[in-house]
């Protein structure tokens, strides 16, 4: 069985790189079978994870062991079925009860998280590197930094017109938004390099795999 499924993983490897020639039939083949595959295991692990300790087994416990307390698991639990009532066009309109808990919900959540992660975080990491201020090197990095930093925000600052001095700050913001973006594409062209080295690392040892076995 392990053998078949090196000889599988094998196929859809190639499969999979096929691609690079032009589109065809085997790539789609692969293609389709790993959004059913991941759709499959990601609706087991929501069964496992979400619906038994959640919902099933509250559930039972207030059957069973008459714990009523667990019977507030009913509320979440219908307001999840009126997600699928969009399906429904007669009930399609409650559709908007569980949507609205869930953005008033996430806004309330999610703005105190983002303020202290993407303002106060980032406010630290600008001005932490000014409290080591060791040799000639750091000094200068965190003068880069902090310019960085203006230099992007002018460029988003549209209640003045982006004339003369603050033309010219936020021009150089462009800069330095070119210079994060290019970071940011190079990282992830090598993420996708390390994936392809780690298949055809696989391929070029499939010959040991298989005479091991």
């Known amino acids: 069985m392990t ?14 790189y096929s691609f690079l020639y032009k589109d065809n039939p085997f790539f789609k083949f692969a293609e389709h079978l790993f959004v059913g595959v991941s759709a499959g295991y990601l609706l087991a692990i929501t069964y496992h994870t979400n619906f038994l300790p959640y ?35 007669k009930f399609g309109w409650m559709v908007r009860l569980p949507f609205a808990f869930l953005m008033g919900y996430s806004a309330g959540v999610s703005i105190p998280v983002t303020m202290q992660t993407d303002i ?37 600052f549209f209640s003045r017109e982006q004339k003369g001095v603050v033309g010219g700050i936020s021009e150089l913001g462009t800069f330095f938004l070119m210079i994060a973006f290019g970071a940011s594409f190079g990282y992830t062209v090598m993420a996708r390099i390390s994936l392809l080295i780690g298949r055809i690392d ?8 298989l005479k091991g076995m």
């Open 55 to 89: 919902i099933y087994y509250p559930l039972r416990a207030a059957a069973t062991e008459r714990k009523y307390s667990e019977l507030i698991v009913i509320i979440p639990s219908l307001m999840g079925i009126l997600m699928f009532s969009k399906f429904i066009p």
């Open 120 to 156: 106060f975080q980032q406010i630290y990491g600008t001005a932490e590197p000014f409290s080591k201020l060791d040799d000639i090197w750091t000094i200068l990095n965190s003068i880069a930094i902090t310019a960085g930093v203006i230099c992007t925000l002018m460029y988003f």
């Open 202 to 209: 696989f391929l070029l040892s499939l010959p040991s795999l």
């Open 3 to 16: 053998v078949l499924g090196i000889w599988i993983a094998t196929a859809l490897t190639l499969c999979i």
